[in-house]
């Protein structure tokens, strides 16, 4: 465990299973009971993901978002994706390449593209026109 500013970056366990969830969901309480919880999860470790680690993902992730804090996930690796994606829950999570990318995300804007063929834009000029 290391912390960024206010971000704080977690190695996740090699079992993130039924046996090693409820130990993890136990030492991320902390983490998730202060002001805005903001956190990566480091995933380059975990060697097993079932059922009960993705719960715990959505547990925390949930318990993040109660007090306007996220959880991102970093380094997660190939057969773990395929998990998360079975379960359909791969979207609800951001997912980087690295623990650093995660963290600096915590820290830029997001961007958004501007659609230009929306009825109420002025495709010539690029600027709004009145309604």
Known sequence: MYS??????????????????C???????????EGRPQLVLDCSGIQQLDSAGVETLLCCMEEAMKRDGDIKLAAVAPTSAVILELMKVDRLFEVFE??????????SLPAYEIATDLPWMD?????????
């Not at 977690?10 to 299973?17: C, F, G, N």
């Not at 010539?124 to 309604?131: L, Q, T």
């Open 4 to 21: 960024c500013g206010s971000v704080v970056v977690l190695q996740a366990p090699q079992r993130l299973d039924k046996r090693g969830a």
């Open 23 to 33: 130990a993890f969901l136990n030492q991320l309480k902390p983490f998730l009971e």
């Open 98 to 107: 690295t623990p650093e990318e995660a963290v600096r995300s915590f820290y």
């Open 123 to 131: 495709r010539s000029a690029g600027e709004f026109k009145a309604a």
